[in-house]
């Protein structure tokens, strides 16, 4: 997913340790057996308070309804809401069956079947089918569905492009999702309209969820008081308070075990100093910590021993997250459609400084668009992500040699500046001075911004992409694909060699093989250089003195049903 306007929205996972390495799990056993549902780990009751209600800072979502959860804000609400087929659980390092039993995959990994838990409940009561999971998949493709006709639509369709039908349904030329059929009330079958190993892991996506025959019939109180099927439901008789609060409580049908604490308060800030003020006047349980404040911060409450579990005496979560913060350049301008030029930008970029200096170490210089916590991620993968004034020159040489100190270029580098991004956009400015090129910047703000690079009406500028889910296709198909120009690939890069590695690589069920194909597509992007990797995420939270016990998983997800407060 894009990442949004402000250091407030970073969901992340990343780096060396995506939690200890490896995250993929292997699509052959996917195809060569069913899996089955783990019970999700029971929090210790008996031993912390019940009868309370988590205070949890967070910045205005852009959505809460599952149609459209399109950042870390609003899904993180959502998630507690809504229950989707299939979860990465990065502890295990394995992908797992969620608001399901067990699933089946054809041979040639075309066809998916899905066994959905009995007794499954909505919050309102209804029975959780297989028509629930196909009404809610139809409702993020269909413009002709009743929360498309209201609210627009849906900005995260794509994720179901594989499936059979999914053209068709998204120009509106049918009614029905042709590639899902339900035999039965349990049963979910999915059909893709080519192989696609992977899309066990596209089913782990909390957009991906069932939604009740409630969200058609009013869909406009279903967006702001959505009906999940998850461990929380919306507290009886609120709705999302635009700018203000949406407030959870325990669902006691709930098909799992039962949220431990009673309720949940996601109280909306409007920044992350905000925030922070009134976590520290103990207003919240939980909140993101501005730059300037990590030292002070993990002094304080201490650093958790494995960056996602906040304890006593281990409070401040510093994992690393499937996250790249980088700059696109349009490659369809002059002089960034010249890929010795881009070489040149990227290599003259001292991202260690930034990392060190702005972000006091908490974050690790990119040497690639995939983090290293990816199963296919290898170390130093693009050549020219990597600090070399040397090198830099030799290449800028090539397109404008040097005269005096100049290289008589004057760049336009748009970026927004709320959420601390004017800061690293400055120092990347300072490195192309000594280099000889003329910087001016260029800063609306994040919607104009948005639209600027969905007209290439820019030259370069910053952006940054989270994992959906924990896959090399997550960033090389939407970031550089040529089906995604228009849509996230905003560099304009067409590459037909790159494309046809992609397509096949998503075919081939071998999980070693597979990631072998993307690794030869990451390999000629990384040498094309579309968009300069500056640097990896990760997380910057910090939990009260309340919190006894929660788990944050890499990509930002609060598994808040386990969480654990004292009194």
Not at 55 to 84: A, K, M, W
Not at 169 to 183: K, Q, T, V
Request: with cysteine.
């Amino acid at each position: 997913m894009a990442e949004m306007k402000n250091e407030f929205h970073q969901p992340v996972v990343g780096r060396r340790a995506f939690v200890g390495g490896t995250l993929a799990a292997s699509s052959l056993a996917f195809l060569a057996a069913c899996g089955k549902k783990d019970a999700p780990a029971a929090g210790s009751a008996d031993a912390a308070a019940e009868g309370v209600t988590l205070n949890f800072s967070i910045n205005n979502p852009v959505c809460i309804d599952p149609y459209n959860v399109q950042e870390d804000q609003g899904t993180q609400v959502e998630f507690q809401l809504f229950d989707s087929l299939m979860k990465y659980d990065f502890k295990a390092e394995d992908l797992k069956p969620l608001a399901c039993e067990s699933f089946e995959a054809s041979e040639d990994a075309t066809k998916f079947t899905f066994h959905l838990i009995e007794g499954a409940k909505f919050h309102n009561g209804d029975p959780v089918t297989s028509a629930d999971f196909k009404r809610g998949w139809t409702r993020l493709v269909s413009p002709k569905s009743a929360i498309q006709v209201d609210r627009g639509p849906s900005q995260i369709a794509y994720h179901l492009s594989q499936v059979k039908g999914y053209d068709e349904l998204a120009a509106g030329d049918a009614d029905d999702f042709a590639g899902l059929s339900c035999p039965d009330d349990l049963t979910f079958v999915v059909e893709l309209s080519a192989a696609y190993a992977d899309f066990p892991y596209v089913c782990s996506h909390p957009a991906l969820a069932p939604v009740p025959a409630a969200a058609d019939e009013d869909a406009n109180a279903f967006y702001l008081a959505p009906i999940g099927n998850g461990a929380f439901m919306m507290k009886p008789g609120t709705k999302w308070e635009d700018g203000q609060y949406i407030d959870l409580v325990r669902f006691d049908d709930y098909y799992g075990d039962k949220a431990v604490v009673d309720g949940i308060h996601f109280g909306i800030q409007k920044d992350i100093e905000t925030s922070y003020k009134e976590f520290q006047a103990g207003n919240f349980d939980v909140a993101d910590v501005p730059t300037a404040q990590i030292d002070a911060c993990k002094a304080e409450a201490g650093e958790s021993k494995d960056g996602y579990t906040m304890s006593e005496g281990g409070r401040m979560l510093l994992g690393s997250e499937p996250s790249t913060y980088y700059l696109v350049c349009n490659t369809t301008v002059e002089p960034f459609n010249n890929a010795d030029f881009r070489k040149g930008v990227s290599m003259a970029i001292n991202r260690e400084a930034i990392c060190k200096s702005i972000f006091k170490g908490t974050r690790t210089p990119a040497d690639g668009i995939v983090p290293p916590g990816m199963d296919g991620y290898r170390e130093g993968a693009w050549e020219f992500a990597a600090y070399d004034v040397d090198k830099a020159n030799e290449f800028l040489d090539k397109v404008a040699p040097m005269n005096g100190d100049s290289r008589g270029i004057e760049m336009v580098l748009s970026y927004n500046q709320d959420g601390g991004h004017k800061e690293i956009m400055e120092s990347v400015i300072g490195d192309l001075a000594r280099v000889g090129i003329t910087v001016t910047s260029d800063t609306p703000e994040w919607s104009a911004l948005l639209s600027k690079y969905d007209n290439m009406d820019f030259q370069i500028g910053r952006l940054g992409w989270v994992a959906d889910y924990p896959i090399m296709d997550n960033f090389l198909y939407p970031l550089f694909h040529s089906d995604s120009l228009g849509g996230d690939n905003k560099s304009g890069y067409s590459n037909p060699e790159v494309d046809k590695l992609i397509e096949e690589a998503r075919t081939i069920v071998d999980d070693t093989q597979r990631v072998a194909k993307m690794q030869e597509a990451d390999a000629i992007i990384g040498a094309d250089l579309p968009v300069i990797p500056l640097m990896f995420y990760t997380h910057t939270l910090v939990g009260s003195s309340r919190v006894k016990n929660l788990y944050i998983d890499p990509q930002k997800k609060a598994y808040l049903a386990r969480a654990e407060l004292t009194a």
